[in-house]
């Protein structure tokens, strides 16, 4: 079945209608940035930080532990001075990752320290540390939006064991409760050239649909516990599949196509950009080469320098870290067996930084 699409347009439009009273330094934020996109001006980035990389579960794709520990790691001063320089570059939006951030005996502090009125806030969670009573609280701190990471989605073990304990129903549960409290609620796929074409997608995008949350697809990148499996890279068919469900269902969305059909390419330092506990900055989560240090210098300034590397020059039509295969193989690939992150002197040439 082909939805119309209004069900997520009526949502983005309730989200805005509540930052007008809730947050209305947000809500001047998005309208400077509704002007900028006219303008056609590039928007400031989201910045997603993992404030801490502990987690109580072990996924099989997840790329957080193979990070080199340092000396130094961030601090809730070092969160408050970077809402600073974050609000200086007009951004708009923090999304908080780990590790698990709800393992964070200060997630409070470090929502607090961002300053939850003057941004946007989401969460990654796996959901395995919520319960109604903390959706709540989240709500009311002012997390703005809830990503639950899930493998798959299977409608009849869903069913069949409404009334059973079990992670899979739990973080289910969990994304719904978060729908039902006012948060933004998603859930977050990895799609492989194993899975992309199961039919548990397909009866994912039908689950949300329903219940009016949005389905956020990252494609299977070769790092982290995946380095080097090439075999789990979709190819350019599998890619073009999942964008024709966007076209087909609002409900389900990448970053390179946020809405229904549009495509904008990759986000990395565009309209991402993302921070490891050790202050190293990164193009995105799925690149592993570091651009710089928020230690050692403004955010601002190590984003406009490495959008000035030949790779990130110009907006990539595609995915870098899954599906420019040039850029795996000739970049990400020299990142293997090394401590993440790996400097980007280490990896890019002279001539591709200037």
Known sequence: MTDNGQADVQDRA?????????????????????????????????????????????????????????????????????????????????ILQGGEPLLW????????????????????????LLDKDRVAHLRDMGVDKLVASLDSYDAIQYEANRNRPGLFNHTIDMVLRAKEAGLRAIINVVATKQNVRAPQLLQLVEFAKTNGIIVYVNLAAPIGSWEGRYDLLLDKEDSDYIYDLNRKHEVIKRDVFPYRGVRVGCPALRSIVYITQYGDVLPCPFIHIAIGSIFDEPLSHIVERGKKIKWFRDRPAVCLASEDRNFIMEKIARTYGKPAPVGMRDIFSDDEIR
């Open 105 to 128: 005996p200060e997630f409070d502090d470090v929502v607090n320290a961002i300053g939850p009125k003057e941004f946007y806030l989401g969460l990654v969670t796996n959901a395995s």
């Open 14 to 94: 309730l989200t805005r209608e509540r930052l007008r009273r809730e947050k209305p330094l947000v809500c001047e934020k998005l309208l400077r940035l509704d002007q900028r996109l006219k303008n056609g001006e590039e928007p400031p980035p989201v910045i997603e930080i993992a404030y801490r990389y502990d987690c109580n579960l072990k996924c099989n794709h997840c790329f957080a532990s193979r990070f080199a520990r340092k000396g130094r790691s961030l601090s809730l001063q070092d969160m408050r001075e970077l809402s600073r320089q974050a609000d200086d570059l007009g951004a708009y939006q923090f």
